[in-house]
């Protein structure tokens, strides 16, 4: 491989200027402007307060019927959030914002300054590269570096995506007042800023659900009791009763808590009503194909019909008093996690595992929700274990003794994960030792390759096991350590 080792002070220096567009607050844009780092362990002591704290509510009872509801069929089954194809190592500085992009054979491609400095934290959706500062976000797509688009939140915040998909990104001001949500794929921005004002709004975007595209975004408005529906498919947001509890390309599902007994509506997207429902407070939804899979706080797993609003009770949980709820961005199965364990759900309603003891690991793209395509990673803190659980059948496809940090490719079924005698690789064939040097700071999408932190330096080499001879090959520089690394395919 050739040798393109970057000088040894590569500090980003000499970099090319790049515009700066500060987004218009006075109006909605729509058009194009076309780390393994800090993983932990989920806090769930926090994110069971957030639940109980907007706790949703569900169905059981009669049900109103509207002739003209439109968007029966929310099945979204097989939608990819993201590729597994890469050409292109992504290198960013938090502390001087500059990007530098290295292809496959380690040559230098690009080198820029994002323009704002220092970031509290970077991300990389698709080809769209996002930052965080102190008072702003930058996003900068890395087909068009010469534009690097700002907008001002007037204090720091956290960049989050949504539930159910990796395609958006969303970030809010302090006391939640305004949000943002810009989409990877097409570079669209809503700017709650840019709305006609509603009064009192929090928008509590932890826990904002959306569809595999992440065109469609479901956010509570605690402040107003309400859920709004931000779509990039329209020109004004949609106005709903109740708290977010599920959304499809078609159809919005909120909750309305009444004591220990919730109302269950759904809507479309122009907010006609469609079906009306009581039962016990429920913790998870997904939109299927005919209907609206719902799991009670109890664990009972319950089937909504859109054709007439019966209820219809399908299996039951053994995990404990439900705590929350994702829908996987392959659209058709939802994750559950109770206390006592996790479960994965069908779409016809069908308990594919039952998983006791065990938590999603909230690692990497997964911090708070599960978003790999094909499998599951989940963890038993208490015997030090992780597994890999295939998303299709439910079946435990290889188990590891290991701790939560992993790293993983798109599918999720090729995971890394260290241990305090080096590195394993989980995989559907089984548990291989994998031969490391230094360590390991970003997997591919593939999971075929990784970067290392060797000596200061960052190195791009092949995932080698016990199990396949190693390569002859130089590992690739790709430049100083103390950056975030990601993959992306241009």
């Known amino acids: 491989m050739p040798d393109s080792r970057p000088p040894i002070f590569d500090d980003g220096g000499d970099l090319p200027d790049v515009d700066r567009s500060r987004r218009d607050d006075s109006r ?30 569900a169905i059981a009872g009669g049900a109103v019927v509207v002739s003209n509801f439109i968007g029966e069929d929310g ?66 797509s890395l087909r068009d570096i010469e534009t690097v688009s700002t907008i001002d939140l007037a204090s720091s915040t956290a960049l989050l995506m ?49 569809d595999p595209s992440g065109r469609h975004v479901l956010v509570t408005d605690s402040g107003n009791f309400q859920s709004v529906l ?45 079906v009306v429902a009581r039962t016990k407070s429920v913790r998870a939804g997904m939109v299927v194909s005919g209907g609206v899979v719902l799991v009670t706080v109890d664990g009972g797993v319950v089937m909504l019909s859109l054709d007439d609003g019966s209820v219809s009770e ?55 929700a599960p978003r790999r395509n094909d499998c599951l990673i989940v963890s038993r803190e208490a015997v030090g274990e992780i597994a890999v659980i295939d998303l299709a059948d439910g079946t435990i496809l290889a188990e590891a003794l290991a701790n939560p940090e992993v790293l993983a490719g798109t599918d999720g079924c090729r995971v890394l994960v260290p241990t305090t005698s080096g590195y394993l690789l989980v995989t559907r064939e089984g548990v291989l030792r994998a031969t490391v040097t230094g360590s390991v700071v970003a997997i591919a999408p593939d999971a075929r390759h990784i970067v290392v932190d060797n000596a200061n330096r960052l190195e791009l080499l092949p995932v080698v096991t016990e199990d396949n001879v190693p390569v002859e ?15 992306a395919e241009l």
């Open 230 to 274: 931000f779509s990039f498919d329209r020109d004004t947001p949609s106005f709903f009763p109740g708290l977010a509890l599920a959304v499809s390309d078609s159809l919005v599902v909120t909750a309305q808590n009444v004591g220990t007994d919730a109302t269950v509506n759904v809507f479309n997207h122009d907010g006609e009503p469609g």
């Open 75 to 140: 099945d979204e089954s097989g939608a990819a959030f993201t590729s597994s194809d890469w050409n292109t190592i992504v290198s960013i500085d938090d502390i001087t914002g500059s990007i530098v992009l290295v292809d496959d054979a380690g040559e230098e491609t690009e080198r820029f300054r994002m323009g704002v400095q220092p970031l509290n934290e970077s991300l990389l959706l698709g080809d769209t590269v996002f930052g965080g500062t102190d008072n702003e976000i930058a996003y900068v």
């Open 314 to 368: 399908v299996s039951q949980l053994t995990i404990g008093a439900v705590l929350e709820g994702h829908v996987a961005v392959r659209g058709d199965r939802l994750i559950v996690i109770g206390e006592a364990g996790t479960a994965v759900i069908d779409d016809a309603g069908a308990v594919l595992a039952d998983l006791p003891d065990a938590v999603p690991t909230m690692t990497g793209i997964d911090v708070v």
């Open 162 to 210: 949504p539930s159910g998909s990796a395609q958006t990104l969303m970030a809010a001001s302090p006391g939640a007042g305004r949000a943002v949500f810009v989409n990877a794929s097409s570079d669209e921005v809503i700017d709650t800023a840019a709305l006609d004002e509603i009064v009192g709004s929090r928008y509590d975007i932890q826990l904002a659900r959306s």
């Open 28 to 57: 909605l844009i729509d058009e194009p402007v076309d780390r393994y780092g800090d993983l932990r362990h989920p806090n769930f002591l926090v994110r069971r307060a957030i639940v109980v704290g907007v706790a949703v509510a």
């Open 473 to 487: 090959d130089e590992p690739i520089d790709i430049g100083r350590s103390g950056r975030a690394v990601h993959f």
